[in-house]
């Protein structure tokens, strides 16, 4: 009998995004627990007592955070429709753009959306260039994993709903068709993928919450003043 | 021994990101070729190899560039199958990789703020570090290694914590590895430099601290935006 497979998640994150449309991609049936960030779960304490954070999968009452981490594990575990490649140096190229949309990509993206002034002028400047060099790679495939969705795309999940809010709720624009036509087609290809669909918060919703967290910092700053 | 003219590997002799990629080389008896790169002037070699973000290291294997050290190492453990770097079981390779995240994504940027850091901040900052080797010393309970009974990939990770924080500490006129504190973290730095892969490939401990004695001045006196 296969061991239970449970999800503890956000709805909001597109970190938690990223495992769900992973184990849909490999048909992994699990339980999807939504936590309350402002008021953690004993449960979730206890899986992931480091970090304390979403997402954390639980298989067979074992815990694995971290979602890059979590996805390399699904990988291993689950070994129906792959989603990295067999041969190590295409494997190795995919972990390297995991990173960079990782560690570079979304916490620049992320700051500039909330940033101000010359700061965000800077930013929004970089996070352009970040996402021409993504489009760069991408190039004439249908996905960074070629025809099939691969462990990049997933990663690069926030570029689908979550940037399409964030740049209304920031009343500033960084991605669309004009200035990044072959991104701005994988994420229509992307989002309207089975797998993927499902897994996506429902965009009026995000819209709704990540005002509301605007809203809330705009009034903890004018507090501050 | 294996690799041979195949294997390049470019480099900086005080980089503790290079230095893993080397220890992971010389755990397997792979033969490379090490370029030394002057970072003040980069070869057209590296920014060919590596153009997004024209960092050391970088590993060429048939002439096919790897990069980001994580990924060089993951990339050698599987084209090189003997000595395993990773364990086989997914859940193992999945802690091992959680740890190793956590060495880059918490512990490098604790360390860099108390290395920068003055007066307030540096105390704020040292209280983040000490977290950090809190958790890894309970990690470490009852183990020699993060890997068990020998080393593995998070060791090779965390590695630069067993040299280069020393120097950290010596430079910048702080005080963290605390065996009374930390004792099983502390007993690890010994029994990781102890092991000969490690021993025989390390930096000279003066010219590391003359070096980021240079790097910390430089820095301190940058102007800051």
Redesign the interface.
């Known amino acids: 009998m296969a061991e239970e497979v449970k999800v503890f998640g956000r709805w909001t994150s597109p970190f938690c995004c990223r495992v769900e449309i992973a184990l849909r991609l490999k048909g992994v049936p699990y339980e999807y627990i939504e936590e309350d960030l402002s008021n953690k779960s004993p449960l979730l304490l206890e899986y992931n007592p480091?970090h304390k954070k979403v997402p954390v999968l639980v298989?067979g009452g074992?815990p694995?955070?971290?979602s890059?981490?979590?996805l390399?594990?699904i990988e291993?575990?689950w070994r129906r429709n792959p989603i990295l490649p067999e041969d190590?140096?295409r494997?190795?190229?995919a972990?390297?753009w995991t990173?960079?949309i990782d560690e570079k990509c979304m916490p620049i993206m992320w700051k500039s959306l909330w940033s101000e002034g010359e700061m965000q002028l800077k930013l929004m400047e970089e996070t352009k260039e970040n996402l021409s060099?993504l489009e760069r790679e991408l190039n004439s495939k249908k996905f960074f994993g070629g025809n099939s969705i691969g462990l990049v795309d997933i990663a690069a999940s926030f570029l689908s709903c979550w940037t399409e809010v964030l740049q209304e709720v920031a009343g500033i624009s960084l991605f669309g068709e004009a200035k990044h036509p072959i991104l701005f087609k994988w994420a229509n290809e992307f989002m309207s993928s089975d797998a993927v669909k499902v897994c996506l918060p429902p965009k009026d919703e995000l819209l709704s919450h990540f005002r509301a967290m605007k809203e809330g910092m705009s009034a903890t700053k004018a507090g501050q003043n | 021994m294996v690799g041979g003219r195949e294997v390049k590997l470019f480099g900086m002799w005080a980089s503790p990101a290079v230095r893993r990629v080397e220890w992971a080389l010389k755990l397997k008896g792979i033969e490379y070729e090490y370029i030394e790169e002057d970072i003040s002037n980069k070869s057209t070699d590296l920014v060919k190899y590596n153009p997004?973000n024209k960092q050391v290291p970088v590993l060429l294997?048939h002439g096919?560039p790897?990069?980001?050290s994580?990924?060089?190492i993951?990339?050698i453990d599987?084209?090189w199958k003997h000595n395993p770097i990773l364990p086989k079981d997914?859940?193992e390779?999945?802690?091992a990789?959680?740890w190793a995240?956590?060495s880059e994504d918490k512990c490098r940027s604790a360390a860099r703020e108390v290395f920068f850091a003055e007066g307030e901040k540096r105390v704020k900052a040292i209280k983040c570090l000490e977290e950090t080797l809190r958790?890894l010393d309970e990690e470490l309970q009852g183990k020699k290694f993060f890997g068990g009974e020998n080393i593995g990939f998070s060791d090779l990770v965390l590695g630069w914590m067993a040299f280069w924080l020393g120097v950290s500490e010596e430079v910048a006129s702080f005080e963290v590895l605390d065996p009374n504190k930390f004792p099983w973290f502390t007993s690890w730095i010994d029994s990781f430099l102890k092991v000969p892969a490690i021993k025989e490939n390390l930096p000279p401990r003066d010219k590391t601290v003359e070096f980021f004695h240079s790097y910390r001045r430089l820095h301190l006196a940058a102007p800051k935006c």
């Open positions: 480091v298989h074992k694995i955070a971290e890059l981490v979590v390399e594990y291993e575990t190590p140096h494997r190795a190229m972990r390297f990173k960079f060099i | 997004i294997h096919k790897i990069i980001e994580l990924v060089i993951e990339y599987e084209v997914p859940y390779r999945a802690m990789r959680f995240t956590y958790a």
